[in-house]
């Protein structure tokens, strides 16, 4: 593990806890130019937006794309502290971002590696992936999240989670 992939995983737990402070799932992510300059720094906001794809990735690859004027982002670096789902890895497969350090893997939605590979699929970019940088500390605050939640998710998703039909 590199210093520099440990010290920009250290802001990327930085949001995540901030996601944790305002009741989001405590998901963080930083983007990295070519040149090592942070050009996005942001956390979950599904639940303050009301919008499923509100997730770390998505945000900071938006405001990375917005920070350069493309929509392309070359030679970029992603950090995120947990696994990028499928939706988030399709979008980075879209601004072509070229490495993605996460922290933690996600063995029941990790788009990278744990449930589905992009790599192995037969797609136009592939992406240089690095798992479990900082794995324990992302993990552990999860679990606290999730534990904390624990019995309230009416409260989180609404009167209809886990039905068929809403």
């Known amino acids: 593990m ?25 998901v963080g992510a930083v983007i990295v130019s070519p040149s090592g300059k942070v050009i996005a720094r942001t956390h979950n906001l599904t639940i303050q937006t009301n919008s499923p794809s509100a997730h770390a990735e998505v945000l900071a690859i938006n405001e990375a794309a917005r920070a350069v004027g493309n929509y392309r982002l070359i030679n970029c670096t992603l950090f995120v502290s947990k696994e990028p789902c ?36 037969p797609l136009n970019h592939k992406i240089d992936i690095k798992g479990g940088v900082q794995r324990e500390k992302s993990e552990l605050l999860l679990k606290k999240f999730f534990h904390m939640r624990r019995g309230t998710e009416v409260v989180i998703t609404g009167p209809t989670r886990n039905r068929l039909y809403a």
Not at 93 to 116: P, Q, T
């Open 86 to 121: 499928m939706m988030c890895a399709g979008t980075i497969i879209e601004a072509r971002i070229k490495r993605v350090v996460f922290g933690c893997f996600d063995a029941k939605r990790g788009g990278l590696c744990s449930v589905i590979d992009v790599n192995k699929l």
């Open 2 to 26: 590199s210093m520099e992939d440990d010290f920009i995983m250290e802001l990327c737990l930085q949001e995540a806890r901030k996601a944790f402070d305002e009741g989001e799932v405590p």
